[in-house]
Each structure stands twice: as C-alpha cells, then as structure tokens.
C-alpha cells in the first residue's frame, strides 16, 4: 500500500504485471496471458465470452451437475435446474452432456461450438472424478471440431488435488483456464482466467478495452503471488496428495464401519468427498461435525455428498482428529436418524 495506495486503470501495475508473469510459467503449456477480476463466475464469464470472440461461433458445451458460478453466463453453463429457473430465459448457445462420457461430448460438439467448459473434476456436481482420459478425449474432440476447451480451475487449481493445476494429472493444456478461490490465499478476492496467445489476439487485438474490470485491490495481487511463493515453496501440491491420501483412508474406514449411510468415499488429493445414501446424513453430520470443531462443505449440486477440503497445510495430528470427529459426528447423526430412514 505504501508503494502503490491507488489502484487506477490508468497506472501501469507492477503487481499485476508479476502475476501475469508468474502464473504464465506455472499454467499447462501455451496460457501466456491472464485477465484479472474478482471471482469465479466473473473469470468464467470471460472465458466463455474469449471463446466466442476468438471463434466468432455461439454454441458452448458444459456438463451435467456443472457448477460454474451464478451470473448469467456461468449459470447458464452451470448444470443444476434449481439455481437456474427462477432466472430464465439464461444466456442461448449452451447444451449439457453427462460429465465423463466422451462419446456423448464428441455427438454434442459441432462446427457451430466456441467451446467445451469442464471442472477437471466436478467439485460442486458431488466430488466426481472422471474416468482415465477423459480431458484428453475432451482435447481431442475440440481440435477436431476447431472449437476450444475451457479447464475451469476455480477449485481444482492451485495444488489442491495433489497438482499445481488438475489438467496436469492428465498432461492436458486447455486453451482458456479460469482461477479464483485459493488465488487469493483465503484473505482476498481475485480470479483470473488465462489463456492462449491466439486466443488473446482475437479477443483483445483490435480493442483492448473489449473486456474491462477494475479490480481495485492492489492487495489481492501481492497476496496472489505471496500464495504463489508457500504453495511451491512448501511444495504444498505435494503434500495435499500424501495428506490426502491419509484423510481418504480414514474416511474409507468410516464407511466400512457404517455402510447403511456411506455410500461412497472418493476425490484426489485434497479435494474429497462422502456420499450418503440419503442426503439427510450429511446435513445432519455437517451440523454435527461443526459442534466438534470442524467445518466441512455442502455441495451445492449435489446434497447427497459433503466435502472435506481443509487448507493444504492441515497437519497429520489435525488428519485424525478429523477422522475421530466425522464417525463420531455420523454415530450422532444416524442416532438422530434411526427409525426415521428406512
Ligand atoms: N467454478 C467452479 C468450479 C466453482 O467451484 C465455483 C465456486 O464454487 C465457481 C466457478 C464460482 O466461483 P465464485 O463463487 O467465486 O463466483
């Protein structure tokens, strides 16, 4: 603040300009350049407009239970009626297909599609983790139909499921990436989304005020690349897959131990999640588990599942009093429950 307490879009910005910088040699290979903003849906919402501009087509491809954000673009490619009907007409152009299902992507992609969107993994669908090759086959199908492939990263990215990016589990550079969330390290809000020198020139070559927000937060620049600095420092992708690992075994104990309500335990790295045969369960153990201390997520498309995705620095002590508090919580709940489900 000292150095720079006014943040004007008429300020060249040194800040800005290192994170551009630092995010372009750490992205899947070709995102050269990034677009700065405030949130999730915000950086789908250019990278869904970047896709038509730089292809001049309308159609855009999402998936089932997709969760991109809540602004008319993001909603619209987003994949849950509920969030979406009080809302229409949303934005034209946008289908949706089951996620991981390759063949049913390839019959929806046209020479009328600007692009594909896809969570590497869906976190708010319910923690789904696509089968092997599916990003890859997504990559092929775009070249093939000339439209691009959008990797929205907003809660895969930056270390979370035990890679810098998720794309990298299968060595797949999309030709959009959007960012948020942990971007900011937990105390700012900014969002990104990056993508391709061909891309950036058809967006941006003739005007470059086609696309514009002013993020005001010189802070959430410097606290970027501070997040930047102890992810790779502490090697924190790393440790959010051998933590992970852990966490997840702990879980798979839990349900063995009750499957009348566990139904599934399943996520990488640290991004994991329990599905409960009926979606009571979990907001009965979410309630209980906060009595114990820990907070865990619902999932916004999907109520069957509950989310563990605890900061990448959570230590091992804090792995099993985490374990101990969700069977404890679970006995609580099924307690609550008993005679009720059948
Ligand atoms: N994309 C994904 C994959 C998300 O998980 C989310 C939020 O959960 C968003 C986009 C929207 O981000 P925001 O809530 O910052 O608008």
Redesign the pocket.
């Known amino acids: 603040l000292d150095r720079m307490p006014l943040s004007t879009r008429t300020f060249f910005n040194q800040h800005q300009a290192e994170l551009a910088e630092r995010l372009a040699t750490l992205a899947p290979k070709g995102l050269q350049y990034s677009f700065f903003c ?7 919402e250019g990278a869904l407009k970047a896709a038509r501009a730089a292809t001049g087509r309308p159609g855009i491809v999402s998936t089932e239970g ?6 008319m673009g ?1 909603l619209s490619a ?1 994949g849950r009626p509920k969030y979406k009907q009080q809302f229409e007409p949303l934005v034209p152009g946008f289908t949706h297909v089951p996620y991981g299902d390759a063949a049913a992507l390839e019959a929806a992609v046209n020479s009328e599609t600007a692009a594909v969107i896809l ?1 590497p993994i ?3 669908g319910g923690v789904i983790v696509p089968p092997d090759g599916y990003l890859t086959a997504a990559r092929g199908i775009c070249d093939r139909a000339g439209a691009l492939l959008i990797l ?5 990215g930056l270390g979370r499921t035990g890679r810098m990016f998720a794309a990298e589990w299968e060595g797949v550079s999309p030709d959009l990436m ?1 960012l ?2 942990a971007l900011g390290g937990g105390v700012e ?1 900014i ?1 990104a989304f990056m993508g391709t020198a061909e891309v950036w020139e058809k967006l941006f070559g003739e005007n470059p005020t086609v696309h514009t927000t002013t993020v005001s937060s010189i802070l959430a620049y410097r606290a970027a690349l501070a997040t930047l600095d102890v992810l790779e420092e502490e090697r924190l992708p790393q440790r959010a897959l051998e933590v992970g690992e852990r966490l997840a075994a702990g879980l798979r104990q839990v349900r063995d131990a009750h499957p009348n309500a566990i139904k599934d335990v399943r996520g990488r790295g640290l991004l994991l999640g329990v599905e409960f045969h009926h979606e009571d369960y979990g907001l009965l153990t979410i309630g209980a588990l906060a009595k114990h201390g820990v907070i865990v997520a619902y999932t ?1 498309n999907n109520p069957k599942v509950m989310r563990f995705e605890p900061p990448l620095i959570i230590s091992e002590s804090q792995v099993g009093a985490v374990i101990s508090a969700f069977e404890a919580a679970l006995t609580e709940a099924e307690a609550m429950l008993s005679g009720i489900l059948v």
């Open positions: 405030h949130s999730g849906a915000e950086a789908v997709a969760f991109h954000g809540k602004t993001a987003s969570e869906q976190g708010e929205d990263e907003v809660q895969t959007t948020a969330k809000s969002g916004l």
